[in-house]
């Protein structure tokens, strides 16, 4: 069955930095764009960044130029390094594989949270 899950969330200060990791497991982890997800108290859950299979990279636009995405399929992982961090960027990030902006697999992992607060 599908597992995510994710990793290296903690607080910082505002200005800060946090590596994110993702490890999936269940299915053929290469042949999947793969996105970070954000959900913040009181509000839906978004696509914050996605890496297609050939690497090419989106993001959202409030996290253009601070955020990068990358992926290792050998080791069936996805990360997220978020530099510059800002006080609205708290929330709880998951990743998934991507489809359409939409989380494909309904088996969410548990998230890691991300606070942001001086």
């Known amino acids: 069955q599908v597992q995510l899950v994710e990793s290296g969330g903690g607080s910082v200060q505002p200005g800060g930095s946090l590596r994110l990791s993702c490890q999936a497991s269940g299915f053929i982890f290469s042949d999947h764009a793969m996105g970070w997800y954000r959900q913040a108290p009181g509000k839906q859950r978004e696509l914050v960044a996605r890496?297609?299979?050939?690497?090419?990279?989106t993001y959202t636009d409030s996290v253009k130029g601070r955020f990068t995405i990358s992926r290792d399929n050998a080791k069936n992982t996805v990360y997220l390094q978020m530099n510059s961090l800002k006080p609205e960027d708290t929330a709880v990030y998951y990743c998934n594989a991507d489809l359409l902006g939409q989380g494909k697999f309904g088996s969410w992992g548990q998230g890691t949270q991300v606070t942001v607060s001086s």
């Open positions: 890496i297609f299979r050939g690497g090419t990279t």
